[in-house]
Structure formats: structure tokens, C-alpha cells
């Protein structure tokens, strides 16, 4: 039941934009997006919520197809701060699933 | 506004001992969740605790248990340590009155090392 991530890693340059996609075998209630630097514990990015309703960083946005049971996250004029794996997470049966992570570093 | 922490910092335990990790929510958070997160991978559900009791339990067995005191802090117990429980362990609060329709904030970790 743990969501897929694509692409497993990404390198970007300073100022390009990225996407980062989570997939779920099962419906998709809410999904919430983290970051987590090397060494660090993830924090939180974003949450998305059934009926559209999202909380999160102004400077990230993110959408959440239901129907598809899928959602994407989107870096935009990405800065060498965004480095760091990038986790999507969903939760089914009172259990709370992260993705399989993606990789993201951002080169000067 | 106190952030969530979390004690030891670093662990070292032989196999077959018993250890106890704690976790103290950010103010306000009436939820605790507790994950494993062994070497380059992601983190894994332990558990949930909401008004002192379990709220949702992923696939670990029954020496993994927890509590959940009234003041939210909580306590992670693993007994008869296996040479696979060395991980970083996680706590994460959050103010969602169970569940996970909320954000989840986490403390620093806890370096659990078996040998």
C-alpha cells in the first residue's frame, strides 16, 4: 500500500522547475507532502484533502486528482534550500503510509 | 510555541535488551505518531496514540508497544532488541484529534544502535 514516487531522483539547476508525482493503489482521502534534508527529520510541506481543501508553504503548490488516486508536487524557481528527499504520504486503515522517496538536488 | 522532542538523542542497546524512547509534542497537539526509519530509506508507521490510546498500528509486532500520557508526551518500548530494530526512530504530533487529516510535526529522531 506504500505510494510510488517518480522520478526516484532529480538533479536541477537553480531557478528550474520541477515536478514530483505520488501514486496510490488505494482512493486517496488526503495526501500529505515532506521534505527531509540529510541527517534531519522530514518537515512538513503540505497536505491536500478530499474536496480540494490544501494547507501548506505559500512558495509550493500541488495538486490531488482523486479519481486517478494520484497527486503531484511543484517546485518552481528551484533554490539549493530544496535539496533533500521528498516524501508523499497517504494514510488507509488508521495507518499512515510514506512514498518511496525522491531524491532532489539542486546545483549552483 | 515548544517544537517536538524528543530523548536519548543517540542509543545504544545490545541484543535481546529492552529500550524506552520519548516524545514530548509541540504545544497543543493532542496526536502522537511513531515511525522507524532504517538507513536510506523511508520512514515506516509504527504507530498512532490519541487520548492515551492506540489510534492505528502498522505492520510491527507486539514487543513494539506504546503509551500516551494526559499531558500528550508519549513513550515508544521495544523489547528483546533485534539487530534490525537499529534505526532512526521518529515521533510526529499533530493537532488532528486522531487520524491523519493533519499536519504532521516531527521531533529530531531518536539513533537507536543494536549490536
Known amino acids: 500500500q506504500q505510494p510510488v514516487q517518480s522520478p526516484q531522483a532529480v538533479i536541477l539547476r537553480e531557478g528550474e522547475d520541477a515536478v514530483i508525482n505520488c501514486s496510490s493503489s488505494?482512493?486517496?482521502?488526503?495526501v500529505h507532502w515532506y521534505r527531509q534534508k540529510h541527517g534531519e527529520a522530514p518537515v512538513f510541506l503540505m497536505i491536500l484533502l478530499k474536496g480540494g481543501e490544501q494547507k501548506g508553504h505559500e512558495k509550493i503548490s500541488a495538486s490531488f486528482n482523486e479519481k486517478k488516486q494520484q497527486s503531484s508536487l511543484y517546485l518552481t524557481a528551484s533554490q539549493l534550500s530544496y535539496s533533500g528527499t521528498y516524501f508523499c504520504?497517504?494514510?488507509?486503515?488508521?495507518?499512515?503510509?510514506f512514498g518511496t522517496g525522491t531524491s532532489l538536488t539542486v546545483i549552483p | 510555541e515548544t517544537g517536538v522532542t524528543q530523548s536519548p538523542t543517540h542509543l545504544i542497546k545490545t541484543r535481546g535488551q529492552q529500550v524506552t524512547l520519548r516524545c514530548s509534542s509541540q504545544?497543543?497537539?493532542?496526536?502522537v505518531s511513531w515511525y522507524q526509519q532504517a538507513l536510506g530509506q523511508g520512514p515506516q508507521f509504527i504507530f498512532q496514540y490519541y487520548r492515551e490510546e492506540e489510534n492505528g498500528r502498522g505492520n510491527f509486532p507486539p514487543r513494539f508497544s506504546g503509551l500516551q500520557f494526559p499531558n500528550y508526551s508519549s513513550e515508544l518500548n521495544v523489547n528483546a532488541l533485534e539487530l534490525d530494530d537499529s534505526a532512526l526512530y521518529l515521533c510526529a504530533s499533530s493537532d488532528q484529534g486522531g487520524g491523519f487529516i493533519s499536519e504532521q510535526y516531527f521531533g529530531p529522531g531518536t539513533r537507536l544502535t543494536v549490536t
Open positions: 504520504g497517504t494514510f488507509a486503515g488508521n495507518q499512515f503510509y
Open positions: 488505494k482512493a486517496l482521502y488526503s
Open positions: 504545544s497543543g497537539h493532542n496526536t
